[in-house]
């Protein structure tokens, strides 16, 4: 359950180091470092192919086809943040467009993540600025409503605390809780660094089978070849 | 509920230079133009990215897995048009491929928005004919039973009236009444006058906050901000 | 119902000169020339747009969650080979990435047909490995339970027996029985065969109800023009 | 598109002894005897079984998450009518409950038919107030925002004129305009009328192939029967 | 892939008391005994609650809006048979009413379960003629197209060879293959042999902690215990 | 993020009036009375009608497929508590059946909401245990992984705490948090204090337009009434 009505304008961000460094690992790799977990339902998509970003988390939570609360977040917005927005109920409205974009931008922000929909999706390709979204749409929304910025919420099913890595490319969203970031990127890290030469092993014909020795369990779990 | 088997010839088209002046706005400065009312579901979504028209609305009822009608709409496109197809139940099948996006073409029709599948769509983003649908399918329709061409449709959610004018982009499709037409146009184009000043404040780092005089709102909203 | 954790490493493959000569005609038209069945369904969606190629089953059924036996699998890959695969139960999890491309790629396979989620896209498009899935995501998997290969899966709601060529562009994928592919060839070849001249026509503007006599059938069928 | 912020306090009902007569029927028979159109889509469900009623439709245009012109449409309801709410956009919310209902009743309405969600189900169910909705939802609306009562609307896919009859039961609902009733209702009796005989054929073990004359055309069209 | 325009009227049906002997076991139980396989998709739900039949699989390809070929499946119904209907692409009418079941009934099957729509869902409750369908739909079809009888289908996702083991109830459907019955029979038995046991170690108050000696497994994968 | 393989045996629960005091106002009242948050998402469905209860949370986190953890959280169940089962992945598996159910009950467990699926619900409308679920589902688990017992989760798009107040019935499933529950209980109570009031008002036939008095409010929002 959410605290309503409320702007928490100190919030503890993961350092910059270890923030930036995971942008690299991508979402999958990122997300396998941490045991299988952290990452936002797959419906999550970007508006465009391409953008690989890591940032810290700012919160924003908002009510279905209200965007006043991004005006407010926007000022909480610093270099290198990620807005992660989060709706009271299901709704696609298009929430953002290159207004507020443009205001993000200004402020530092590197991305957008929002559990609804966005718009001038041609416009915010144009300006680089990267969106993970459920939905494209042209529906507008008022400005009725206050919500809050910066508390903790559930963005497409992920708990996302204020201040905690958010790694996005095409393959997804992941959120890094930030007392996991450290461990995380060294993890990550040495996951990849053995990825080349396994890369190349495979490129030249030898099967995972051998490479992960995989034959002598497969046997013992029953399985059998046919000719 | 639907006439079914009639073909109106004469429609009363939303004049040239209303209906063109409205693509370059887009969809959604248009949507909001006319008070966040007669946006197509935003399942709909363009086959290519890019594409940005408008049209006046030609019609057409189809049966779910049959697409005759469409070569009976094709006879009824003038140039300028968007065809409108509305299926009477759902289906995906793709109704429409390069040899009727040749005909449409060559009739003058700038687009087609349709309440079902395409195909062919590497070849119509080859010719340039923007497509808006539900699905892509490769699944083939037959000709056997007729529907009408340019009486009232439902289209995706929204009622489209021949002689309408379409909006669409990469943010959606937008569907303007006749009698809407001239007033939702000069609306629209209002609304867009002041958004390059806007735009050139927000990247200069101005906030909407002040710029739009939001604080005062917020804090009577209730509004409190935590240190 | 499937056989569980065998691998039949003998198959018939679909000739070499029937499969190839598939690819060019495109889902569409073989679906069309297959009498309109073979189709999987329409969620089944490229990783990039453009990829269009056809090439022999090989299957494999996982488990949700588990891509185990996909290492057992690339051993059975013959370079022609288009890799199948089925999930026990629905599954959006990513059970192929970049490194299983690589090794895919290195048998000879042309592309994944996948009932599920795949990652690393950024990657697989620079590869140029083609992929169709139902969904993209981080989303790693273990490797606990066996599976089959070889066996006839139901992948996206049709039926697929090793052997059998699979057809796939930007418009979906179909399945072509190997019993029914040098007649399937044929019949798509004929169809493609006197497309380009009712181009011309269509381009030319003249009406498919003209070019292929609808309007007496129409009649017929009762279509009332009304001025 | 919608005319927004009006109520027509006088509509045209269809009259009482067509609509009644349709009840009986059911949505199934009054569909086919329509010509198999009119059918609101198969996501609207009864919230319990058994009910089957028909009705003049009062209608009603709501925004999301907000029901106040429900309370404007109440003062609309001639006895024997029935609700028929529409959303400009997709929404679950629980818009309708309890206190509604009561005062829905004590006006004489038979019904709601709303394309979204409904709450208080179970004292629905023991007031024998008959609801088909998209969801059930504990989740209530605000009244901040005008719509319209009596204009047509679109629910469920459907264009549904005031005063049309709605047809509704256990299968779905169907909407008969007014100028179709009295013919529809002559239809469906005729449908009916023998369908006793058919029944008893059929329970006797008469085979429909021959009570229909099937097996001539199905051979015709090519059925081979292998032994 | 189908075959397409074909009855085949000898089917090899598993034995009646081997069939009959998995109705009081449930589908749960008869899905666990075959290793978690052969379960249709969970959005095949029962019309109403309580039914719980098995019965040797009569199956039957339809196209979508067509229903035809249930008339010449009832034909081929012998009483201890449940029909198991598939649709060439995705279709949620309303292919079956209170005629059709009246038929099916007097032929001795024993269930309908379709990856469509049904109607008259009421009056198969009254005849106690259970169906599993996708979907409920006052919907009618056509009858034009010719599909087949007897064939092996794919049916919600799961491969149905005429024969085979139908196993329903309101936890779902589940196939069981012909040449697997007699097994699982017994070994579902076998599970729900000393089920009665563990159900009343259960209802006293022993945990499955410790009925299934879970403690020491749980804390070897790493489970801690925190006061 | 979750924290993963720890299980709290110590949780604060709400008070037990206040918990019980809750039941009797059903969800839609207690979703008011929180100021419209705290709903589960509408999928959330009851397997069956009628029953309305509270209780405090324990919690479990659960991976796809495997229910292994089902067995731990048993022993944490107090009289009075409501399980509440959240999975790592969007999953329709029936994590849960009447044996577990049994225990669950011998536990003193009141209910199960759980976002995935359940089986033997025949069994457990008999038992009188409800389960709010996701899905039905026949398809069984494993007990392969360790997730955890009484930390935060995130359950149908809510975040629910050990300790918290679980209120479900046939509308929905609302979490009331430990720290408002006591407020929550007073001012649902309020509400519905005066229901009996409005409703025979209503009842009697006047309408909420002259008992809320919304008709100024309306027409000073440009309601017209058109005769």
Known sequence: MYELGVVYRNIKRTDRATTDGLASLGSATVHEAMGRVGLLKPYMRPIYAGAQVSGTAVTVLLHPGDNWMMHVVAEQIQPGDIVVAAITAECTDGYFGDLLATSFQARGARALVIDAGVRDVKTLTEMNFPVWSKAISSKG???????????????????????????????????????LAAKTLESARAREANEGE?????????????????????????LKYID
Chains 1, 2, 3, 4, 5, 6 share one sequence.
């Open 198 to 222: 396994k890369r190349a092993k495979l490129a030249s014909g030898v099967l995972g089978l051998d490479m992960y020795k995989m034959r002598e369990p497969l046997e013992k779990a029953g």
């Open 141 to 179: 929304t008022i400005k009725a409503t206050i919500g809050s910025v910066n508390i903790p919420v559930v963005c497409a099913g992920m708990l996302v605390t204020p201040g905690d890595v958010i790694v996005a490319d095409d393959d997804g969203v992941v959120c890094v809780p930030a007392a």
